[in-house]
């Protein structure tokens, strides 16, 4: 089993930011992803940001150019850098690690953190 612990989330102004850190532990052996999802009230969760193991990034285009992911290998741990937030930011955001058993793809969550961006 793997575990996810997301910390850094809060209360901030728009315009403002935070920056989220997630630390896995447990049975890792083969990541082939780390990334960041949120889920704001009354709406379905989705994709933030991710970064493959070989380093490259996706982010969804409503926080790109705001948002970067990174990732520190060594300490398996993932990075949500959040710079001038809105207030349509706020969710809770859940990061998510994805790794390869051989053929078989197992995705693990962490429990999220709160971010609220007041106006």
């Known amino acids: 089993q793997v575990q996810l612990v997301e910390s850094g989330g809060g209360l901030v102004q728009a315009g403002g930011s935070l920056r989220l850190s997630c630390l896995a532990s447990?049975?890792?052996?083969?990541?082939?992803?780390m990334g960041w999802y949120r889920q704001a009230p009354g709406k379905q969760r989705e994709m933030v940001a991710f970064i493959k193991n070989g380093g490259g990034t996706n982010y969804a285009d409503s926080v790109k150019g705001r948002f970067t992911i990174s990732r520190d290998n060594a300490q398996n741990t993932v990075y949500l850098q959040m710079n001038s937030l809105k207030f349509e930011d706020t969710a809770v955001y859940y990061c998510?690690?994805?790794?390869?058993?051989?053929?078989?793809?197992?995705?693990?969550w962490g429990q999220g953190t709160r971010v609220t961006v007041s106006p």
């Open positions: 447990g049975s890792i052996f083969s990541i082939n992803a």
């Open positions: 998510n690690l994805n790794q390869l058993r051989g053929a078989i793809s197992d995705s693990y």
